[in-house]
């Protein structure tokens, strides 16, 4: 008889916390208006930037540790076990203060990633505008030239600049101003030319610089093996959102660095391709002339 009446009183409490619950989702649900909706759906693009940013940082490891510590923190408030509760507060205290000053690099290149507008389809807006025909023959010109210096193992840096403006670098080296040639591209950097060392600067179609200096890279788990041209491509990867084309001179291996990461071994075909898919929003098959 006990057993019987506990259960029907554990099952009016159940009931009464479902019926609560469902009071709480409508009442919640009557007060939602426009703004929360827009208000859900900005927190949900800026986690899902920052998360796609993070998981390509070490610094993402230091976040699962800080959510460990904070799922700590509330199971030690729940549980009242007041030492550990008392240290990991003054932790938080003391951490949020360091972490800004420990991770000012990485925080600023955030900050330079969201404000260069690398998503891609900020970066395909108005490329409909422009003429695509010229678009193809110089991404197959750049790629000609790249394969030919690759076999003549001539190094190269070539930066194609999208949305991110690159007017320091520009500033840096000699203007230009040409048609994109595989010719006058394989001339700039033959090893006897006075423009040969450093980047060339391609945008909107035209070289419109040479001899750039490119800014070496922030992190320090780049690895220490590869030329100064490598990692002057992904130092300038990790400020922009350009593609940086590098060819190496001791092994002609062609490498692209974007978006803080080095590609190796491209073909003259593969590269063609990558192109057109990273600056057409195309699948590198529709043009092939």
Do not use: W
């Not at 690398?118 to 193809?136: A, P, T």
């Amino acid at each position: 008889m006990f057993s019987l009446l506990s259960l029907s009183n554990t099952t009016d409490a159940l009931v009464g916390q479902i019926s609560g619950l469902l009071e709480f989702a409508k009442s919640a649900f009557s007060s939602f208006y426009i703004n929360d909706a827009i208000d859900i759906l900005l927190l949900t693009v800026l986690f899902f930037l920052a998360a796609r940013y993070l998981r390509k940082k070490k610094v993402g490891v230091l976040i699962v540790g800080i959510t460990v510590c904070i799922a700590v923190f509330v199971l030690a408030t729940a549980f009242e076990l007041t030492g550990i509760r008392f240290i990991l507060s003054g932790v938080f205290q003391i951490g949020a203060l360091a972490l800004v000053i420990i991770f000012q690099p990485e925080l600023r290149e955030l900050l330079e990633t969201l404000g260069s507008g690398s998503l891609k389809g900020i970066r395909s807006f108005g490329q409909e505008s422009r003429n695509k025909q010229k678009q193809y023959q110089s991404i197959k010109n750049i790629s000609k030239a790249v394969h030919i210096l690759s076999v003549e193992k001539t190094g190269a840096l070539i930066v194609i600049e999208r949305t991110t403006k690159l007017d320091d670098i520009l500033h840096s080296g000699t203007a230009i101003n040409a048609d994109v040639s595989d010719s006058l591209l394989r001339n700039l950097f033959f090893n006897k030319a006075p423009l040969h060392d450093g980047a060339v600067v391609i945008s909107a179609d035209k070289i419109v610089a040479a001899s750039c200096i490119l800014p070496l890279p922030r992190r320090t788990e780049v690895d220490s093996g590869l030329g100064t041209r490598h990692r002057a491509a992904i130092g300038l990867s990790e400020i922009s959102d350009a593609i940086i084309v590098v060819v190496s001179e001791e092994t002609g291996i062609i490498s692209v660095a974007v978006e803080c990461e080095l590609i190796r071994d491209f073909t003259a075909e593969t590269l063609r391709k990558f192109l057109i898919k990273e600056l057409l929003q195309e699948d590198g098959e529709e043009e092939n002339n």
